[in-house]
């Protein structure tokens, strides 16, 4: 019996990909003498695999690439699993010149490794194949990058090829599709083009993001919304310092436990101190600051606090990946008895934050207890049955990532889908007893006795600069007239119009409404295509006509269902001022 007709869909696909991958690495091989391999995972959607080759791969070697692969798929070799001894492996890798591999050996400090083999190809392999090539008839490789042994920008520079993998042409096809559409959404092209963001990598560094004045304005909408939002809700502002003397982090154990991911210390004053990582020591000592009684809790401390990770250049992906970023984060100090609400008034905030960006699918995980973790274990117990009974209470079905919690405590993560069916990890959740123990963080019970809080951390967005990302390509730069930088632009048809397109700008501006005037000496047809470059939503036309009545002439963008866009006839300020405020109170 085949083995792989009672996989899941996910199982097979695994299978598929992996199986690709290795007849991939057969070919590259054969036809790029000189190639040593190293590895070739699965990933999202398709697989990749990296290569140190003496030939520089160009896009025209995929095709050659593909055809080779056919004819192997088509020859219908079984994939065989084999068992040796890791000193009979190293001899072998070391005497083909597969220096990865023997260092991959070497690091698994296991006695045996087992290889898969087809046709005249061997790799080293944990498995996890089809039976045989023939299975392999519906592939694509899609591009070729660089990338770093091992992630490390210090270590040899690899090259790496990029492919999908799917049962069906029709599923090949669409997933092409579908990344046709999310290269036109890339907010690494679109952020740059609309005047949101830069980032300069060769003069400032990678990963740190340079907010350019449209983005900025994005930015401070978001974060104006949220604050409202979270005044409404009892949440108390603060503002924390980036940089604090390394004992904190050692006192929080990000030390022990992150420590790879802080920048390195600094000296001032004979003192090492730290970039910040982490915002919540920072709001500890906050709260620290009072002598607080049980009846002042929760007590809600909230920032947008921006922090700071060593991430590896081989990984910064525009927004999404970055080294400095602004967190809109909180920590909640309550009781042991206040988690459960706490935690359910946290996901009913999170999923009204969403969906007022556009975003009401989602898929939700609770992390439990990792192999490295501090704190007692019937604490982690106590968090992982609060966490779970308030998912339930929510009626939110979830997965559970065995393993996957933070070192200080387990953890809800959300991830939501956008209009491509993309997943992006946004809000979390996270209840805290480590950091209460550590940083002796207590309360007064209603006999005067000291009592140990509980600390919740929570971000609804994660970090501005990701979701500021993912809204990119979410609207594909179109963003709605409230989200909008520039709300409506207004064109002129000749320069006798300029000065009331003027007044007409300063009024609406005045009204605290976004607006823009384009009175170049330029053809209409010309300012209307600059304009919808540019994604504004509403475009007002003014002629002599409409400066006579005293009118503007507006029309909102063209959109999918509406791909000439739509008039909406000619209306005065007071009526536009209307539109615009009714349009920005729903969010539409």
Not at 104 to 120: A, G, M
Not at 301 to 313: A, D, L, N, Q
């Amino acid at each position: 019996m085949n083995s792989e007709t009672t996989d899941t869909k996910e199982q097979y696909l695994a299978k598929l990909r992996h199986s690709t991958t290795h007849v991939m690495a057969q070919v590259v091989q054969e036809l790029f003498p000189g190639t040593k391999l190293t590895i070739g995972p699965v990933i999202e959607d398709g697989f990749y695999y990296d290569f140190d080759s003496p030939h520089t791969f160009v896009p025209e070697d995929l095709k050659k690439i593909e055809t080779r692969m056919r004819e192997i798929a088509k020859g219908n070799h079984a994939f065989v699993m084999s068992t040796h001894s890791s000193d009979e492996a190293r001899e072998f890798w070391s005497k083909r010149g597969e220096k990865y591999k023997v260092e991959l050996i070497n690091d698994l400090k296991t006695p045996t490794v087992t290889y898969c083999s087809h046709d005249t190809f061997v790799d080293l392999c944990r498995g996890n194949h089809l039976d045989t090539t023939q299975g392999i008839r519906h592939f694509k490789l899609l591009k070729i990058a660089g990338s770093y042994w091992r992630g490390d920008e210090k270590r040899e520079r690899l090259q790496r090829i990029y492919g999908t993998a799917w049962p069906t042409k029709e599923e090949v096809d669409a997933y092409l599709t579908r990344l046709e559409e999310a290269k036109k959404r890339d907010h690494r092209e679109l952020g740059p083009r609309l005047g949101l963001f830069t980032i300069l990598p060769d003069t400032i560094g990678p990963g740190l993001i340079f907010w350019l004045p449209k983005g900025a304005t994005l930015r401070r909408i978001i974060e104006e919304y949220l604050r409202v939002l979270l005044e409404k809700n009892n949440y108390q502002f603060v503002v924390t310092p980036h940089v604090a003397r390394v004992d904190l982090w050692k006192t929080s154990g990000h030390w022990d436990f992150y420590k790879d991911y802080m920048f390195s210390p600094m000296k001032i004053e004979e003192q090492d101190y730290l970039l910040k990582p982490m915002n919540c020591p920072g709001h500890i000592q906050i709260y620290k600051h009072e002598l607080h009684s049980y009846r002042d809790l929760p007590i809600r401390i909230t920032e947008m606090g921006t922090v700071y990770r060593y991430e590896r250049s081989g990984v910064m992906h525009g927004l999404l990946r970055v080294r400095g970023f602004t967190q809109d984060d909180a920590h909640i100090f309550c009781r042991a008895d206040q988690i459960a609400q706490e935690v359910e008034t946290i996901i009913d905030l999170t999923l009204e934050v969403l969906k007022t960006f556009g975003f009401t699918e989602y898929q939700v995980s609770l992390s439990t207890r990792p192999e490295k973790y501090v704190g007692t274990v019937e604490n982690w117990d106590r968090a992982e049955k609060g966490l779970t009974e308030a998912l339930k209470k929510k009626g939110l079905k979830h997965d559970i990532d065995a393993g996957g919690g933070a070192f200080y405590g387990p953890k809800i993560d959300l991830k939501i889908k956008d209009c491509l069916g993309r997943y992006w990890q946004c809000s979390t959740v996270q209840v805290d007893f480590n950091l209460p123990e550590r940083f002796d963080v207590t309360y007064r019970d209603d006999t005067g006795k000291e009592e140990r809080a509980i600390m919740v951390h929570r971000a609804l967005l994660g970090s501005i600069e990701r979701f500021v990302g993912i809204l990119i390509e979410q609207y594909a730069g179109a963003f709605p007239v409230w989200l909008a930088p520039v709300q409506a632009k207004i064109l002129t048809i000749t320069d006798r119009q300029n000065e009331f397109a003027q007044k007409v700008v300063s009024a609406l501006c005045d009204q605290g409404f976004r607006m823009e005037a384009d009175l170049r000496n330029e053809k209409i047809g010309a300012k209307k295509r600059n304009a919808l470059m540019e994604k504004v939503p509403l475009l007002l036309t003014v002629g002599d006509r409409e400066v006579e009545a005293g009118t503007v002439a507006v029309a909102r963008r063209p959109t999918a269902s509406s791909p000439n866009g739509e008039n909406l006839g000619t209306l005065t300020v007071a009526d536009l001022s209307q539109l615009l405020q009714k349009e920005i109170q729903n969010h539409s």
